[in-house]
Every structure is written in C-alpha cells, then in structure tokens.
C-alpha cells in the first residue's frame, strides 16, 4: 500500500453511503470525519490505507 493523498472526499469500497471527509492532514496520521447513516465517526492512522479498498477494519468513535 502507498501513503494516501489529502482526498477532500472518498467512498469506502462499494457502500456509496459512507463517505469520508478529511478534516487535516498531518505527516502520519489523517483525520476524517467517517459519516454512515448519520453516525459520525473519527478515523485516525490511515496513512497507509487506500480509500478504494473494502470498508477499514476499525474506528474510533469520538464524542
């Protein structure tokens, strides 16, 4: 896998319905606003994952 770009936004795999919005970008790590079904989440260390691949195996929820 190759470092990921500062994408504005991606869909997850095949569920169009999931969307992520990165909100910065630092050296290692990428925050974005991961959004399904009205559910927010924060997704971190995703430095190494492409957007295009099936949905990310974790994340964090953050409230």
């Known amino acids: 896998t190759k470092p990921l770009k ?3 936004q991606a869909v ?3 569920n169009r ?3 992520l919005t990165i909100t910065r970008c630092q ?3 990428l ?3 991961f959004t399904e079904r009205k559910k927010h989440f924060c ?3 995703l ?3 492409d957007l ?3 949905p990310i195996p974790y994340y964090n929820t953050m409230h």
Do not use: E, H, L, Q
């Open 6 to 8: 500062c994408f504005n």
């Open 12 to 14: 997850i795999g095949s």
């Open 17 to 19: 319905r999931a969307r």
């Open 27 to 29: 050296a290692s790590k």
């Open 31 to 33: 925050f974005v606003t």
């Open 43 to 45: 997704v971190f260390s």
């Open 47 to 49: 430095a190494y994952y």
């Open 52 to 54: 295009v691949i099936p």
